[in-house]
């Protein structure tokens, strides 16, 4: 059965510095990989979205990039942390794009940038 | 005004009784809505996703019904258990533009009271 692994679980770190968080799905080949953010009142937003190794979709301009250096991973980077970047991160995958199906998520990051 | 309105924000009821959760949206045309559970501090979990052809969809004591006329839907529990406690999401996947997206409800918070 497939499985979708992200960590860590909680994270506080000062502005400023780096950020890295890492995703990684089992039991699947070739997912559809997605990072979300989820913010205290407000809905789900999209920020990264990977087809395939190699290739990243931002949805918004923002402080942060992601990778995906293998195929069943998907990684959340900062250079330099803003207080604005603080929020619940959450990673997910699906076999086809996720607005046509089934989509499955990670337990989420909290980020605390202090 | 988000494109998806979820009513009530919240709601409390006692162990056992039955509660119909709301979603409203404004988004045409739509390729699928779903509802997601989300439990404090973890990732959201899917319990339906409905076409624009299906009308109702259960799964276990969670039952989804579906009005394309109205664009409403509802998400019906019966006999909740203290487990049912959570945050219920309604998201559709709507066409914007050439592209499809997911727009996400902000969610009803469900307490369930021994």
């Known amino acids: 059965s497939q499985t979708i692994h992200q960590w860590p679980a909680t994270l506080v770190q000062p502005v400023g510095s780096p950020l890295s968080l890492e995703c990684t799905v089992e039991?699947?080949?070739?997912?559809?990989l997605y990072w979300y953010r989820q913010a205290a009142g407000r809905g789900l937003q999209l920020l990264f979205y990977?087809?395939?190794?190699?290739?990243i979709s931002s949805e918004v301009p923002q402080n942060l990039s992601a990778s995906r250096p293998q195929d069943r991973q998907f990684i959340l980077s900062s250079k330099k942390l803003l207080l604005s970047d603080s929020g619940f991160y959450l990673c997910?995958?699906?076999?086809?794009?996720?607005?046509?199906?089934?989509?499955?998520f990670g337990q989420g990051t909290r980020l605390t940038v202090v | 005004k988000n494109q998806v309105e979820q009513s009530p924000q919240s709601l409390i009821i006692l162990e056992g009784k039955n509660c119909t959760l709301q979603?409203?949206?404004?988004?045409?045309?739509?390729?699928?809505l779903r509802w997601y559970k989300q439990d404090t501090g973890r990732g959201p979990v899917s319990l339906t996703i409905?076409?624009?052809s299906e009308n109702t969809k259960s799964n276990g004591r969670y039952t989804a019904t579906l009005d394309a006329d109205t664009k409403q839907s509802s998400l019906h529990i019966t006999a909740s258990q203290l487990s049912d406690s959570a945050s219920y999401i309604c998201?559709?996947?709507?066409?914007?533009?050439?592209?499809?997206?997911?727009?996400w409800g902000l969610g009803t918070s469900l307490a369930v009271n021994p």
């Open positions: 997910a995958w699906s076999v086809h794009p996720i607005e046509d199906t089934e989509a499955f």
């Open positions: 039991g699947t080949s070739n997912p559809n």
């Open positions: 990977s087809v395939g190794i190699g290739q």
């Open positions: 979603c409203n949206y404004t988004v045409s045309p739509f390729s699928n």
């Open positions: 409905m076409t624009f």
């Open positions: 998201v559709v996947s709507a066409f914007a533009g050439n592209n499809r997206k997911l727009i």
